[in-house]
C-alpha cells in the first residue's frame, strides 16, 4: 500500500508537470462590453524577458457592414491600464496609434511567467472593468541559436527522462508484487495501475508539448 501510495504521488507530480509544459499561448485575447470589442496582447510575440516591447490595445465596435470594425478614438479618455505580474502592478501610460482605435504601451518585461491587464473606467458612458490574460514571457531560449546547453528544453527533456525511468522502475516492482505485502492486496494493485496510468498519461502530454514547441 505505500509502494501504491508513492506511486499515485508521482502520478500527481508528473500530472502537474506536464501541464506546465502544455503552456497556454493566448496570443491576443478578445473580450467583449457591449457594443464595444477590446482586444489586448503583445506587440511582439512571442514575448521575451530583457526584450523591449508593447502592450498592444485595440477598441472598436461592429460597423454596419458584417465583419466591419470601427476603431474608437481616445478610448482611454476614461479608462486606467494596469499591468499584473503577481503582487506587482504597473499603471500604464497609454499611447495611440496611427490607426483608429489602436493604443500601446512600451514595455520591458523583467521576469518569464504571466502577466495580465486590467482596464477600469468607461468609455462613452459604458462602464469597463475587466482583466486580460496575456501570453506568458518566456526566457530568452525560445530565440537562442544554437541553443545552449543550459536552455529549458534541455532541462524538460532531462526531466522527463527521469519521469520515464522512475515509471518503469515503478511498473516493474508492481508486477513483482514486492511492494504489496498487506490484506488490501488487491486494492493496492488497482490504485497503483491507477496511478501509473495517470503518470504515463501526463508523461505523453508533457512530450508532446514538447515537440510542439520545437
Known sequence: MIKAMKVASFS??????SIGLVSQAF?????EVEPYVIEVGWGTEPPVVGFRNDFVFEISELGDSPGLKVGIKNAFKNIEATAKFGGVIKV???S???RPGHYFSNVIPTKTGSYSIQLKGEINGVSIDIEIPVEDVESTAVLDFPPTSGSSSDQDVSAL???VSSLQKDVSEIKSGSQVE???EGAAYDFAILGL???????ILA???LVKRK
Open 92 to 94: 500604464l501610460d497609454i
Open 207 to 209: 512530450v508532446i508539448a
Open 182 to 184: 498487506d490484506s488490501s
Open 27 to 31: 496570443a491576443h485575447n478578445i473580450i
Open 161 to 163: 527522462k527521469s519521469a
Open 197 to 203: 496510468s495517470i503518470a504515463a498519461a501526463a508523461i
Open 12 to 17: 500527481f507530480i508528473a500530472l502537474l508537470f
Open 96 to 98: 495611440s496609434d496611427s
